[in-house]
């Protein structure tokens, strides 16, 4: 497809990549013709440099004949005209990234008379993640399939877990657990795993499951699953209002510590049922008053990284609390993978496993499609929820009987509701969405599956 990319920003940066991996012809457009120049020679794609929202420049980066348009520069305002003039210039589909919490009430309105095929909000999607990853404290990340049905988890394998040295068939013969694990970490390594696999302590594992069936699996093995009943949160933008907003009706107490009076006087009025706190969040002696032994949950989410990991650092050595930390630069994820932060979410990946869920649905064949995509290991396992909406070679075969290529499982089939760990004699039928757990990139129609 021709893909137009507007900024080139992280988000922007992070699309090119991944799209121009995957055989996309990419045009990036940025004002700053530097920054434009950089990233069209780092990934051989073709760079225009000027404001997006010109119709001289759209026609420069080929909006005639484009099939899609993406805007994620820093302004949403921007934007949105670059989606409009787009639409007008081309008749191409659209993507904008919106974050001000005002466009985020009225956005079904912009997105229907504007006619954007996708608003995305980082801040709402990346306080989504958070809110899951506070329902699951033992998981490291929780991504969900089947319109919420259904949970894909991914924990580590602590010191004496029941699981170290058992094989996998051992979850349903010794535990009696119905969870399905689609993944293993083990160091830089990665398995898909067969059912002799051997576990082992330090694993990091992914799990497909029902919440109530996670829930089961992670009490038999010993991992927490008590209720959260507190969060302090450190930094109090966008992210942090949209969060406290699903977790205060949920009855978890919220202590927000920021740093901007202004911003704290806003967010007092915005959410008068958090306690919001004037002070420096890397203050130890304000942390210790403010009962940061004591919290259930810490989120450190500042604009620095290094800010983030030292105070989930320190939280894990004070207290019992769920750590999910913000990071920015994914340079050095290997040495703060290391680290045993508890949960570290890359706000920028997260935006972009939205875009790239919608740029695969579009190349889809008329017999499947798309529902949801996360990329479990960034650049090594993919996990993606496929519709079936038409007869095909799939459909109504026994999945034994099916030449799958290697490394991939079908993890788990909802069928009208009813969600099936899928064995030998389970079938594919029209109207299934089947999740797919692979670590071959780049899968568009559920026939991909197949040798």
């Not at 073709?46 to 026609?59: D, H, I, L, P, R």
């Not at 750590?323 to 994914?330: C, D, G, L, P, Q």
Request: glycine share 8%.
């Amino acid at each position: 497809m021709q893909i137009i990319i507007v900024g080139c920003g992280n988000v922007g940066t992070t699309l090119t990549e991944q799209l121009s991996k995957e055989g996309h012809n990419i045009t990036v457009v940025d004002s700053d013709p530097a920054r434009a120049g950089a990233i069209a020679n780092q990934f051989d794609v073709m760079g225009v440099a000027g404001n997006g929202a010109s119709f001289t420049v759209q026609n420069e980066a080929g909006i005639e004949t484009a099939d899609l348009l993406i805007a994620v520069t820093t302004s949403d305002e921007l934007n949105l005209l670059c989606c409009l003039i787009a639409r007008k210039a081309g008749g191409c589909n659209t993507i904008a990234r919106v974050r001000n919490p005002i466009y985020n009430r009225e956005i079904t309105y912009i997105k229907e008379e504007l006619g954007l095929s996708m608003v995305i909000n980082p801040e709402y999607a990346a306080s989504c993640e958070i809110a899951r990853l506070l329902k699951f404290p033992s998981a490291i990340k929780v991504d969900v399939f089947a319109k919420g049905r259904v949970e894909l988890l991914k924990c580590r394998i602590g010191e004496g877990s029941v699981l170290d040295g058992q094989p996998l068939t051992y979850i349903s013969s010794g535990l009696h657990c119905d969870v399905l694990i689609c993944a293993v970490e083990r160091g830089e390594e990665t398995f898909i795993p067969s059912g002799n696999f051997e576990l082992r302590e330090k694993d990091i594992i992914s799990v497909v499951a029902s919440s109530k069936k996670a829930n089961e699996f992670f009490r038999k093995i010993g991992m927490t699953t008590n209720r959260i009943k507190n969060c302090m949160i450190i930094g109090g933008g966008e992210t942090t209002y949209y969060l406290a907003k699903q977790l205060l009706p949920m009855g978890i107490e919220i202590k927000i510590i920021e740093q901007d009076k202004k911003r704290c006087n806003e967010l007092s009025e915005l959410l008068p049922q958090a306690m919001i706190i004037h002070g420096d969040g890397t203050d130890r002696t304000l942390l210790y008053e403010e009962g940061m032994p004591q919290a259930h949950s810490f989120v450190s989410w500042t604009n620095l990284d290094e800010e983030n990991i030292m105070l989930s650092l320190f939280a894990k050595s004070v207290s019992k609390a769920k750590t999910i930390t913000k990071v920015h630069r994914i340079a050095y994820d290997e040495i703060i993978d290391s680290m045993d932060l508890g949960s570290v979410l890359y706000p920028k990946n997260i935006t972009a496993e939205y875009i790239l869920q919608y740029v695969r649905a579009m190349q889809n064949s008329i017999g499947s499609n798309i529902e949801t995509l996360y990329q479990l290991i960034e650049d090594k396992v993919e996990a993606l929820e496929f519709r079936v909406q038409e007869k095909s070679e799939l459909v109504g075969v026994p999945l034994k009987e099916l030449r799958l290529k290697e490394n991939l499982l079908i993890a788990c089939i909802n069928r009208r509701g009813v969600i099936i760990t899928p064995g030998g004699q389970d079938t594919i039928e029209i109207g299934d969405t089947v999740v797919v757990v692979t670590t071959s990139q780049g899968f568009h129609d559920l026939k991909d599956i197949l040798k």
